[in-house]
């Protein structure tokens, strides 16, 4: 099973980015899938998770900046990122579960990808 993140760039603060996220090995159609970041010397956090269903869940942080999206027939789930700030510069992973535990925790996530790094300039 592969994740495979790409998208990342270079922006200026409240310029935008949208990332995806492209899976292979299995179907992710009835699995949480989320987005997950990590800036240098902190741990990685949360951004966002879709369930199956649509149903989403945003670090406060990001809510109404942030867009989360999936198409389960293509096996992609992608990231639209508006208004962005300086302090959401990280590295931003993909991520599955192989259930559907609603979680932001990283540990209920089973699949990751390699990131691709979102910087933004103040």
């Known amino acids: 099973v592969q994740l495979q993140a790409s998208g990342g760039g270079l922006v200026q603060a409240g310029g935008s980015l949208r990332l995806s996220c492209a899976a292979s090995g299995r179907t992710f159609s009835r699995n949480v899938m989320g987005w997950f970041r990590q800036a240098p010397g902190k741990e990685r956090e949360f951004v966002a998770a879709?369930?199956?269903?649509?149903?989403?869940d945003y670090k406060e942080s990001v809510q109404g900046r942030f867009g989360i999206s999936r198409d389960s027939a293509k096996n992609t789930v992608d990231l639209q990122m508006n208004s962005l700030k300086a302090e959401d510069t990280a590295v931003y992973y993909c991520?599955?579960?192989?259930?559907?535990?609603?979680?932001?925790?990283?540990?209920?996530?089973?699949?990751w990808g390699q990131g691709t790094q979102v910087t933004v300039s103040s």
């Open positions: 879709i369930r199956w269903s649509g149903t989403t």
């Open positions: 991520a599955a579960q192989r259930g559907d535990v609603w979680s932001r925790r990283t540990y209920n996530y089973n699949y």
